[in-house]
């Protein structure tokens, strides 16, 4: 890829960055795999708002055209329906690799994005997870950690599957010279996300929403920190455009327990909500939280936005999304 501009990077406090430009200074050209999900269309934006072309990828699988459909009809911007697991031929600078079900295509489909990356020297980025560090024995995590992953637990398709497509990535990088980056990414909350895949935070504001209990599983006393999806956006540019390959660690280190979690909950939705514990999943990591000093130093990234701002930036999006969907249910 060629050198680097000077910009303006609105979605950054206004600082002023730099945003790198496409072979003999045309419009970066850049492609977002799973683009159509909740991190996707928010990594879209940015790249879109800051003048880059953007190609997204995405089966819909998990995504949804709402999630992009403002962006039809803008010349910069593409949507392609394709399955990851399919190889694809394409001529861009970078290439967000963002899709992953939960399950072992995941590995197919990074390994198709690597070979896509090699062939036309595109720079690739990996959006890897912390439970590559399973239920971790150090405290918080910092990216030397190797971590603590049952290999045939419930859980482990994705966690092994994300640790094999680092595995594969680093291949890559040390095999073939592909420029890789790889971000290891905490529990991210924010508009958009999908309501009914059962994540913590989806689940309980949508719970307090429709006046229903708040679902703790296990004794709430496990711990997550979580981070606000424009400060997650935010690093991913900054980690693909700058010159490490990490790992790093994307994450809010604010950590709470899923019944400190509910507690904000109900303060910024409805204060009477009640709480019904559940039986909790096995294999559940005790305790998650990030250690960024890695991150802070070399890309110059931290998050700006605790949870107590966070949360209610993506109540009105999820109250707009169950009002649709009660309607459509005749209600
Ligand atoms: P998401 O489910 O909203 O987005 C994933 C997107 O990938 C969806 O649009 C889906 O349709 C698409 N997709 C799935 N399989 C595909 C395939 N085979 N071909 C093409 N497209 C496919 O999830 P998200 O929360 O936006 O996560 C984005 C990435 O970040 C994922 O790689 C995920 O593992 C990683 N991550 C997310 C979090 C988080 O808290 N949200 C935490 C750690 C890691
Ligand atoms: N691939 C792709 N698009 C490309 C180049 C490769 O989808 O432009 C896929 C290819 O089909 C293969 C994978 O990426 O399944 C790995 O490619 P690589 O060239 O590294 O491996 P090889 O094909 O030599 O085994
Ligand atoms: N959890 C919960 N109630 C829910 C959904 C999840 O108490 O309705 C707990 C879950 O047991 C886990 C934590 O919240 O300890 C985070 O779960 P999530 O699936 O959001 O993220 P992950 O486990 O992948 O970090």
Redesign the pocket.
Known sequence: SGGLVRFNAGGDNGRVGRIPVGIGGRRLRVVV????????SHLVDKLIGRGNDVIV????????KE?LVHLFGNPRFELIR????EPILLEVDQIY?????ASP?NVM?TLNMLGLAKRIGARFLL?????VYGDPLEHPQKETYWGNVNPIGERSC?DEG?RTAETLTMDYHRGAGVEVRIAR?????GPR??LD?G?VVSNFVAQAIRKQPLTVYGDGKQTRSFQFVSDLVNGLASLMDGEHVGPFNLGNPGEFTMLELAQVVKETIDSSATIEYKPNTADDPHMRKPDISKAKELLNWEPKIPLREGLPLMVSDFRNRILNEDEGKGM
């Open positions: 795999t799973g683009g159509a999900g909740f991190v996707g990828i995405d089966n819909f699988f998990t995504g949804r999630n394709h399955d990851v697991v690799h963002l899709a992953c079900p295509t489909g959006t890897s997870t912390s439970e994705y994300k990414i905490f529990n991210t909350y996300m999908c895949d994540r």
